[in-house]
């Protein structure tokens, strides 16, 4: 069994949702989840034989929400060299705004340039398009369920 984290950054409370949402279906699949509140945040480094999926929406004009953006600064502050860690990043945003999904994209480019790999290609959820992210977020589950299983054959 594999253990993944999952670490969410909400203004309004949708991605804390589907973090919590996508935790206990990926629980069903027989993987240990761990979801990080952001109280948690401080020092934590993903760890290279874990798999980490990040939640996060978008604030402002593409920013990342207040309670991840003191992790994000600090992992690019301390930029761990990260080669074996597997990632996946989902981000809700709104697509007539032109920084759609600006903090998913931060963290996407900060993670490759820890080296890690991206498991799945981000998945960028529009408000416009749907009410209910953690639908999407639930399709979603089988991309990132078969992209783990390819890990281990």
Same mark, same amino acid.
């Not at 760890?47 to 999926?53: F, H, S, V």
């Not at 920013?63 to 809700?92: H, V």
């Given at each position: ?46 760890? /290279? +034989? ?16 207040? +309670? ?44 490759? /340039? ?9 998945? +960028? ?6 009410? /209910? ?21």
């Amino acid at each position: 069994m594999e253990k993944v984290n999952l670490v969410f950054g909400t203004v309004y409370g949708s991605a804390q949702f589907v973090a919590e949402t996508l935790t206990s279906k990926i629980a069903e699949l027989d993987f240990e989840t761990n979801l990080i509140q952001s109280s948690d945040l401080t020092g934590f480094v993903p760890k /290279e +034989d874990e798999l980490l999926i990040i939640v996060t929406s978008t604030t402002g004009q593409g920013d990342l929400p207040d +309670d991840i953006a003191p992790w994000f600064a600090e992992m690019k502050s301390a930029a761990p060299y990260l080669p074996g860690l597997r990632y996946s990043i989902i981000g809700l945003g709104d697509s007539s705004y032109e920084t759609f999904c600006g903090a998913a994209k931060q963290f996407d480019e900060l993670f490759a /340039e820890l080296g890690a790999k991206p498991l799945t290609a981000r998945l +960028d959820i529009d408000a416009c398009e749907t009410m /209910e992210p953690e639908t999407d977020a639930v399709q979603w589950i089988s991309t990132w369920h078969s992209a783990a299983q390819s890990l281990n054959q």
